[in-house]
Structures are given as structure tokens and as C-alpha cells.
């Protein structure tokens, strides 16, 4: 089975902090994302990582960057969380083959930016 | 821009009926479908996929159905069951690196 892990299911931070959310897969997949869901947005794609050290920018990846040291590990990072970073963020990690591409999620991490 | 929509925000049904989840998409390179399901405080998990090849593939009382020339792609639940209410998320996918989400689907199944 494959297995996404997010380190922290539920964080409450305050404006201006520094935060950190972590990812581990365990399936040797090149490819992992982060994503934010939000009612009535559903899952908006913020930044993808195809390899190690290897990052590129998806539809909102404004006041977010990521890290990719091992390819078993994804990080997202808020430099300064904001309010409107409230919100459920979603790791995942693609399982490519011929037939097509199958993407696994992380349990979810709700934050929570007061 | 939303390259994959889900127009209905909510679906209610009678458990033993069928269930239809629809879903419409813009970009003509996508060639790969999928749908997830979402309980809540869960990350969603892989239901059922489609290649853009296939106009239809089942599995036990889910089915998904592709019509390529309308960018448009269901889900069949048959019959429905009560376990079956969460949110449904339609995806398309053009490359191994790309994949795009609707807004979602609540469903809910009345016993």
C-alpha cells in the first residue's frame, strides 16, 4: 500500500509565523504536490516537485515556496502565514503507469492562521 | 480558469437508487480521468479512472463514463448506499506532472 504521511494533522499559527508543513512517501515516487482545499475551490494546485531539488510553481503558489531534499520528502513552507492561508493543505504523490497516472493523498493538514 | 468542473456543488439521492456525478472539462489535452472521494478530516482516496482511449469503465456498482467530443465525463454509483456520501472530486490529468481537480460533489444517500 502506498502511504502519503503529513506530519501534522492540525496546527494553529499566528500571523507572520513561519510554518512548515512536512510530507514523507514511501513508494520511491518522483513526483509529489501539495495542494490547498477550499469550499467551493476544491483542490487548487500550489507547487509540484518531479525530482529532487527540482520544484515548479502551480496555480496559486503566492506566499508558499517548497523544499525537496530527498525525494521521500516534500516540504511546503509559509514564510509569513496570513490569514487567508486558513485552510485544509493537501501532500500527494503520483504513481505512474502505461495506463495512466494514479495520485495518492496524505491524510490532510488543517491550519489554522489567527 | 477552471479546466475541470463540477457544476453541482451537492446531490441527494434515496439509497438502492442510481447516484450520476458529472463533470466537464476544457482542456482537449487531457487524456487521463480519475475520481476521488473525500470524507471529511480525510485526504481524498482513488475511486475509479479512465483513459481518454476508453469511453467507459466499470468497477462493482461504479462506473465512469467519458464523452470526449463534450468534455464530459460521469460517475454511476448503482445502487447507492449511505456509505457512499462524501465529497467526489473529478480529475484530468495531460501529463505525468499535471493533474486538475473540480470543486467537488457532496453527495448524500438517504436510507
Known amino acids: 500500500d502506498v502511504k502519503v504521511t503529513q506530519s501534522s494533522r492540525y496546527l494553529v499559527k499566528r500571523t507572520g509565523e513561519k510554518v512548515f508543513l512536512e510530507c514523507v512517501q514511501d513508494m520511491d515516487h518522483e513526483n509529489m504536490f501539495w495542494y490547498r482545499q477550499d469550499p467551493g475551490l476544491g483542490l487548487r494546485l500550489i507547487y509540484f516537485?518531479?525530482?529532487?531539488?527540482?520544484?515548479e510553481k502551480g496555480d496559486i503558489p503566492e506566499g508558499y515556496s517548497v523544499s525537496r531534499e530527498k525525494k521521500e520528502r516534500f516540504s511546503l513552507i509559509l514564510e509569513s502565514a496570513s490569514t487567508n492561508q486558513t485552510s485544509m493543505y493537501l501532500c500527494a504523490s503520483i504513481h505512474r503507469s502505461r495506463s495512466g497516472n494514479t495520485i495518492y493523498f496524505g491524510e490532510g493538514s488543517w491550519l489554522t492562521v489567527v | 480558469d477552471q479546466q475541470v468542473k463540477q457544476n453541482s456543488p451537492s446531490l441527494s439521492v434515496q439509497e438502492g437508487r442510481i447516484s450520476i456525478l458529472n463533470c466537464d472539462y476544457t482542456?482537449?489535452?487531457?487524456?487521463?480521468f480519475l475520481w476521488y472521494k473525500k470524507y471529511p478530516a480525510e485526504g481524498p482516496t482513488f475511486l475509479i479512472s479512465i483513459s481518454s482511449i476508453k469511453d467507459k469503465n466499470e468497477d462493482g456498482r461504479f462506473t465512469v463514463f467519458l464523452n470526449k467530443s463534450a468534455k464530459h465525463l460521469s460517475l454511476h454509483i448503482v445502487p447507492s448506499q449511505p456509505g457512499d456520501s462524501a465529497v467526489y472530486f473529478c480529475a484530468a490529468s495531460a501529463g505525468p506532472s499535471d493533474m486538475r481537480f473540480g470543486a467537488g460533489t457532496r453527495l448524500t444517500v438517504k436510507p
Open positions: 482542456n482537449s489535452m487531457f487524456d487521463y
Open positions: 516537485s518531479y525530482d529532487v531539488k527540482m520544484k
